[in-house]
């Protein structure tokens, strides 16, 4: 199995050190361990970083590329980020899997055998991708490890549906019409959508596929408390859930590095609060971050803020 990932590159976490045996003034370079996948250690609570270098699907898309890059722009940025977890609680980095080529099939593949394993030492996969192809492939590892019959609940924070036809080959647009068109045991639940960021058919096709969502314009101030219960349905209507956040929800005005910007968008706080709420229940699995791009951002804000996303999944998932 480890060699489906490539290690992490020496260098990628470090940062500040305020003190080398003080753990409450710990950093996450000094918390996190890297370890091969075969070698893990399940003993006590963890969650696993898994880089997912692609942007494949966004090519394929007709988006702009660049997602590739983020995986270790994250680990970066994360890495100088005080730990504010209890100490027998860790994180793990595994490495990166890489889409050589135009391979994103056989990548997506590989992805899904690596979150399966991890799932299957009862740790918690972070998964730093790369274009929303990513959310494909950790969908293959938790379908796999749940089982066919068991009620899975996708929760996916975005400005788009991603409900595309995938006739002539699947993109970071097709995902999650693939799933639910292949996979009658799954539900979706999109919260961020943008109006005039999807066509009417999009709107069509989601209501077709039963698909679960929420539009941007509505997720405001005290609207927030029928969209917590509206995830609360959610949760009690699914066996598992997994979750993925594609960074373009998010206002442009705070995250301009991503594939596909926009000016009516959500507010990281609105984000952040999401992500706790369904990272801290029992039935979550595992998390992605896709559609950071590196190569568009401006002084790292965007790359920055991604970071501060993994780190609210992680502390709740881990807490």
Not at 93 to 108: H, P, R, S, V, Y
Not at 286 to 299: G, K
Request: with cysteine.
């Amino acid at each position: 199995m480890d060699n489906l990932v490539k290690k992490v590159k020496e260098g990628i976490w470090s940062g500040r050190t305020d003190h080398l045996e003080n753990k409450e003034s710990f950093r996450y370079h000094q918390i996190v361990e890297l370890a091969q996948l075969d070698t893990l250690d399940t003993e006590g609570k963890a969650c696993v970083i898994i880089g997912f270098e692609s942007d494949e699907g966004v090519r394929r898309n007709k988006g702009q590329i660049g997602a590739a890059k983020a995986p270790n722009e994250l680990r970066s940025e994360l890495a100088k980020l005080p730990w504010h977890v209890s100490s027998e609680k860790y994180v793990v980095d595994i490495g990166t899997i890489d889409c050589t080529g135009n391979d994103l099939e056989k990548a997506q593949q590989q992805l899904g055998d690596v979150v399966n394993q991890v799932l299957t030492k009862k740790m918690t996969p972070i998964i730093l991708g790369g274009g929303h192809e990513t959310a494909y492939g950790h969908y293959l590892g938790v379908r796999n490890y749940i089982g066919k019959a068991a009620k899975l609940g996708i929760i996916n924070i975005d400005a788009h549906f991603d409900l595309r036809p995938y006739d002539e080959q699947p993109s970071s647009g097709t995902m999650f019409r693939q799933i639910l068109e292949q996979d009658e045991n799954s539900s979706y639940f999109v919260l961020g959508i943008q109006r005039y960021g999807n066509t009417q058919a999009l709107f069509d096709k989601a209501d077709e596929l039963g698909v679960i969502y929420i539009c941007e314009e509505d997720m405001h101030g005290e609207q927030l408390v029928q969209v917590n219960k509206a995830i609360e349905e959610f949760f009690q209507n699914n066996d598992f859930i997994m979750l993925t956040l594609c960074t373009d929800v998010l206002n442009a005005a705070f995250a301009p590095g991503v594939s596909a910007s926009s000016p009516f968008g959500l507010s990281p706080n609105t984000v952040r609060s999401i992500i706790r709420i369904v990272s801290s229940n029992e039935k979550t699995l595992s998390f992605d971050i896709s559609e950071v791009n590196p190569l568009l951002d401006e002084n790292n804000r965007t790359v920055k803020l991604g970071a501060y996303l993994v780190n609210e999944a992680i502390t709740s998932f881990l807490n």
